[in-house]
């Protein structure tokens, strides 16, 4: 992440995170002077939700910012979700405002990212 702002924090998978999720994100983007766009929530809790269906303990989020974008990433930690990976989500993702979105499944979970443009 050179040359970028970043963060990341580990949550319980639970249905709070969402939120949680979504006020960690919010709250650093105004540390960074950055204004949250329009949608902002709706989005993030789809990442979150998305990998906290995986079953896992835990998750990852993951937030950089460069060239007034922001990269979104929700991590389950999983290698083998409880249930069947959701094919809908990237459609949905866009839906929300996503410029560019994409999921990959690795041998420690699955990652489902996004990011979105910056009002600045």
Do not use: Y
Request: charged residues 25%; neutral net charge; contains cysteine.
């Amino acid at each position: 992440m050179k040359n970028r702002q970043g963060a990341a924090w580990s949550l319980e998978a639970q249905p709070w995170a969402p939120g949680k999720a979504f006020a960690e994100v919010t709250g650093r983007l105004g540390k960074w002077g950055l204004k949250t766009p329009d949608g902002l929530e709706a989005l993030v809790r789809q990442l979150v939700t998305t990998v906290v269906a995986d079953g896992g303990r835990h998750i990852s989020l993951h937030l950089a910012e460069q060239n007034d974008q922001a990269l979104i990433l929700a991590f389950s930690h999983r290698s083998r979700p409880s249930r069947p990976r959701d094919d809908d989500v990237l459609d949905r993702l866009r839906e929300l405002g996503a410029s560019s979105c994409g999921t990959e499944m690795t041998g420690e979970g699955r990652q489902v990212w996004a990011v979105v443009d910056l009002e600045v």
